[in-house]
Nanobody, 121 residues
Framework: QVHLVESGGGMVQAGGSLRLSCAGS????????VGWIRQAPGKEREFAAA??????STSYADSVKGRFTISRDNAKVYLQMNSLKPEDTAVYYC????????????????WGQGTQVTVSS
């Protein structure tokens, strides 16, 4: 059974940076993909970034492209968030699925508990 745990959220001023981490267990890394999905208050879950563990290929939402970087190392996936904006405020979830990354949140079947990111103006 896959188990994902996020860490690294917090509060930062606009323009600042945060790095989120996702630690995974029970994953066969050669056949797995991990995404960062976020949910702002009163809004639906929104894809932010994802990575295929096998070859490191990535995908980003247009809203974060050029500011966020997803990477993986051993059994962890990271989301480096730079130039943060108030509209990035959300709960960020690490989510996993077999085989290849997806930009559709509903196609991920393993989820962490989420970590809050708050960006003040």
């Amino acid at each position: 059974q896959v188990h994902l745990v996020e860490s690294g959220g917090g509060m930062v001023q606009a323009g600042g940076s945060l790095r989120l981490s996702c630690a995974g267990s029970g994953i066969i890394v050669s056949t797995y993909a991990v995404g960062w999905i976020r949910q702002a208050p009163g809004k639906e879950r929104e894809f932010a970034a994802a990575i295929n563990w096998s070859d490191g290929s990535t995908s980003y939402a247009d809203s974060v492209k050029g500011r966020f970087t997803i990477s993986r190392d051993n059994a962890k996936v990271y989301l480096q968030m730079n130039s943060l904006k108030p509209e990035d405020t959300a709960v960020y979830y690490c989510a996993g699925r077999r085989l290849f990354l997806s930009t559709a949140p509903n196609l991920y079947d393993s989820w962490g508990q989420g970590t809050q990111v708050t960006v003040s103006s």
